[in-house]
């Protein structure tokens, strides 16, 4: 029980955050006029919540019964899309830009949705949000290489650990249950010092007070590692990342407010 | 076992027959009240298949898919006419509220039929959440679109994300009406609640017009 409570517990703790920021967004809206990133973060928390309400519903109601391809997939799917939307509202001059980063962070998606489709067999919905996933990803890594936002070590860096936390990840499919244990537990391993690495570079933007765009750059790339994290991760992990995935949120409403208000 | 496309017939000849009477305003709800209707009846078709190809089972699908393909149905002729008249806010609600409304009320005539009409608290509670639940599905996806118009943020995500918010706010619908008890009476409560929040919602967007 106290189990089921711990893997619980962060989907309500997100949605009555959620529901704050739905509302401190509508304000902002109307407060800004015309202010096009605020639609789409009310838009990005709208659909959250009720994605997140709709899973919530679903395993009060169903508990430890695997849910069906719904309509909180296709919630998925437009948050990751308006996600990326939202940060080419916010380019400049960066529209057609593609860069060999870009390029890399659409790998990066392919390779976990292969992995999501081998772990669940589901193809239809691992396509259709890993599709989505993949745009937002693509966005998230052009807005930090247009942004200056990583020193060229700190991409290096990055590009070793998706390459290794994928093939740790195809590893487990091959090796003895022994080795298994052990490269799973590497790669949570792996993914938590990336996203406290992630969670570092916010801190510092913050302390350094970063214009709102390069911010909102960074908390989206901090939010789309995460949410990565939390599609790969099961259990107590999985609980941990949502915990990752609902501090994110205040951050991404305060980088926008900075951005709109800018 | 109904035959859905009789009643479909039943009722739209003489709403058909109206259109030729009728003007303007009404002409357009009426007009959008067919479509609603024959929205309704494809719905049921592609949800049957969706069944039938998945091996779902019909309660699954009813709760799962049902919302996905219904919400879609509803959206195509709306986006059609979005995109091609690029009509102004009034218009584009009057064809939401149509198109709910005739898609609520088939929906409601085909289960009468099916489930019998003795018991008039049934019908009212069925009238009163599924009937007010399409209007508000509808109605909550035209004004995603319409927002997103006004704001000059209409993409392809921000439209899928007006479709889907209408298929998320249906779908929770499904979900907790699926069981009786506690959840099925709040399920039966969220679209008259939902149906207030979104009157406020648009008394405001008028006031900042």
């Given at each position: 029980m106290s189990f089921r409570l711990l893997t619980i517990l962060p989907d309500y703790v997100q949605i009555v955050t959620l529901v704050a920021l739905v509302v401190l967004s509508v304000r902002l809206i109307s407060k800004r006029g015309h202010a096009i990133p605020a639609v789409y973060l009310t838009f990005i928390l709208s659909l959250w919540l009720l994605t997140d309400l709709y899973w919530g519903i679903y395993d009060f109601m169903r508990p430890d019964s695997r849910m069906p391809f719904a309509a909180n997939e296709i919630g998925e799917a437009a948050v990751f899309l308006l996600e990326g939307a939202m940060l080419v509202s916010l380019a400049?001059?960066?529209?057609?830009y593609t860069c060999p980063q870009a390029i890399g962070a659409l790998i990066f998606a392919a390779c976990n949705v292969a992995l999501w489709i081998a772990w669940a067999g589901e193809w239809v919905d691992d396509l259709f949000v890993g599709a989505a996933f993949a745009v937002f990803l693509y966005q998230a890594a052009r807005a930090l290489a247009v942004h200056q936002s990583l020193a060229s070590w700190e991409w290096g860096l990055l590009g070793a650990g998706c390459g290794l936390l994928i093939l740790g990840q195809g590893l487990t499919f091959f090796v003895p249950e022994a080795a298994k244990a052990a490269l799973d537990t590497a790669c949570y391993g792996l993914l938590a010092v990336v996203t406290v690495w992630w969670a570092v570079k916010v801190i510092f933007a913050l302390r350094k007070n970063a214009d709102g765009v390069s911010l909102l750059c960074l908390v989206f790339a901090w939010l789309a590692w995460v949410v990565a994290a939390k599609y790969m991760s099961a259990g107590a992990w999985y609980a941990v990342f949502m915990i990752c995935e609902t501090l994110c949120l205040p951050l991404l409403y305060g980088a926008a407010r900075k951005a709109v208000t800018a | 076992m109904i035959f859905s496309e009789n009643v479909l017939v039943c009722m739209a000849v003489p709403l058909l027959l109206a259109l030729v009477f009728l003007r303007d305003n009404a002409r357009q709800f009426v007009l959008n009240f067919l479509l609603g209707m024959a929205a309704c009846l494809l719905g049921a078709y592609v949800s049957g298949f969706v069944d039938a190809a998945s091996g779902m089972g019909v309660e699954d699908t009813a709760i799962f898919i049902s919302p996905v393909v219904e919400e879609a149905m509803k959206f195509l002729p709306l986006l059609f006419y979005f995109l091609m008249f690029d009509p102004d806010d009034d218009h584009l609600f009057l064809s939401a509220v149509g198109i709910g409304a005739g898609f609520a009320s088939f929906e409601n005539i085909c289960s009468m039929i099916a489930s019998?009409?003795?018991?008039l608290g049934f019908l009212l509670i069925r009238g009163l959440a599924v009937g007010v639940m399409h209007i508000v599905s509808v109605f909550a996806m035209i004004l995603g679109l319409v927002v997103a118009r006004r704001f000059k943020a209409l993409r392809l995500s921000s439209t899928v994300g007006a479709l889907s918010l209408s298929m998320l706010f249906h779908g929770i619908y499904n979900l907790l009406v699926s069981q009786p008890g506690i959840t099925s009476v709040i399920g039966y409560g969220l679209p008259l609640l939902t149906a207030g929040l979104l009157f406020l919602a648009l008394r405001r967007l008028r006031v900042g017009e």
């Open positions: 400049r001059g960066w529209k057609d | 019998g009409t003795e018991r």
